[in-house]
């Protein structure tokens, strides 16, 4: 699979603390719905550890996908699909956690995903995520192959 650049929100970025894709939000413009333009089928975001995530302590993150009002998440996000808080031993290279974006959702103009480090910082790792409408397709091979 290809990973468009536009549905692309995070790409190997180096999460310590609590942030947002450094790839930037989704614009879904005035009248926001998510759906595959091609098939009206419901779209996926996945999340890939690129870099196993390391703490100090016993560190855990919680990954989300929010939209909100601002392209920056601050004004009051709405959380649409969300992972319970995991542990640094499970954030290893290659992990990946597949979230579903059902079609029908009210969603507001600016699509983005959050990752939110407890009982942190972390002292490395870094993630990528992505839109896709066909996850079970979706291959990691590592950097340069």
């Known amino acids: ?3 468009n650049k536009r549905e692309e929100f995070a790409d190997s970025q180096v999460v310590t603390a609590t942030a ?7 614009d879904l413009g005035a009248s926001p719905t998510l759906q595959d333009p091609a098939n009206g089928k ?18 855990t993150v919680v ?16 959380v649409h699909a969300t992972t ?8 290893v290279a290659g992990y990946k956690r597949i979230l579903a974006l059902p079609p029908g959702r009210a ?14 910082p ?16 979706w291959v990691a091979y590592p950097a340069g192959s």
């Open 1 to 3: 699979m290809i990973v």
């Open 20 to 26: 947002i894709g450094s790839g930037g939000v989704i």
């Open 42 to 59: 419901p779209l996926f975001i996945v999340f890939q550890v690129d870099e196993a995530a390391t703490a100090a302590g016993a560190a």
């Open 63 to 78: 990954l989300s996908v929010e939209s909100d009002s601002t392209a920056n998440l601050a004004t009051s996000a709405t």
């Open 84 to 91: 319970e808080a995991i542990g640094k031993a499970t954030l």
């Open 107 to 120: 969603y507001e103009r600016y699509l983005g995903v959050r990752f939110t480090v407890a009982t942190g």
């Open 122 to 137: 972390l002292t490395a790792g870094k993630f990528s995520a992505f839109l896709t409408s066909e996850p079970q397709n």
